[in-house]
């Protein structure tokens, strides 16, 4: 029996009847270090990876572009899920109760969707983005390029017609 329950034996019939006191699915403690061990990990990697995101683009000008302002966002958005949903969700993993109080359940479901949502329409827009981008270079760049003709077409990279 694991220390968070307690067992009394009546004897009926040769059949023993136990009644738990605590909580039964309270992991043991070697499930539990290898859980903090992989969540920590995971959250130190997380922050310290979307910080330096974060930090390349803020402090160096020439990386100063619409792409890595998304990026940025991308990063402040993974940022926030992992320190606050992880955390809160592996305290609650470990525990099976909820030790926060009543506004900070609210904030936790409230953060997770938010956080993915910030993710999933920064990545619309990247895309969308880059969509325009490639549709603007096509067709400014068309007229080089005649697909009906046998001619050779420019390549931007060799400059050979």
Partial sequence: MTPDTETTGTTSDATTSAVVIGNPYVLAWHVQLCYAVA???????AVGGNAVVVWIVVAH????SVTNYFLVNLSLADGLQSVFNTLFNFVYLLHNDWK???TLCVFAQFIAPCTISASVFTLIAIALDRYVLLRNYSLTHSSRCHPHRHTSCTTAASGVY
């Fill in 39 to 45: 969540f920590v990990a995971m959250v130190v990697v």
């Fill in 61 to 64: 000008r020439r990386m100063r």
């Fill in 100 to 102: 926060f109080g009543c």
